[in-house]
């Protein structure tokens, strides 16, 4: 469970889903201890805990295989901002649209 939520792809609304998921909001007064998951009984909480961090993952792969789709598609010159990865879908789609040869 400790490397689960150690995952360096876990992202804000990933710790948002622990957050819930365990009850509790991590703080600078109060962090992420292991004294305070014993505490807590985050370790009854693990199976949870370890699909979040698959998720983020997950998502994370997902994002760096985008990324590198949409710059050989559009070259490194065209910056697109992930807000989430359905941005550069739509920006794919419009461009796709907008370039294909219209007519028979």
């Known amino acids: 469970m400790i490397t689960n939520l150690r995952n360096p792809t876990l992202k804000p609304r990933h710790w948002e889903e622990v957050e819930a998921i365990l009850e509790v909001e991590f703080t600078p007064e109060e962090p992420l201890t292991l004294g ?3 505490e807590i009984d985050a370790f009854d909480l693990a199976e949870q805990l370890e699909e ?13 295989i985008l990324k ?13 901002w992930f807000l989430s990865t359905a941005a550069c ?8 649209n907008i370039m294909a040869p219209s007519g028979p």
């Open 52 to 64: 979040i961090s698959g998720k983020a993952s997950s998502e994370a792969g997902l994002e760096s």
């Open 89 to 96: 879908l739509e920006v794919a789609w419009v461009h796709q």
């Open 68 to 80: 590198k789709v949409c710059d050989l598609k559009y070259g490194p010159h065209l910056h697109i």
């Open 36 to 38: 305070r998951l014993v």
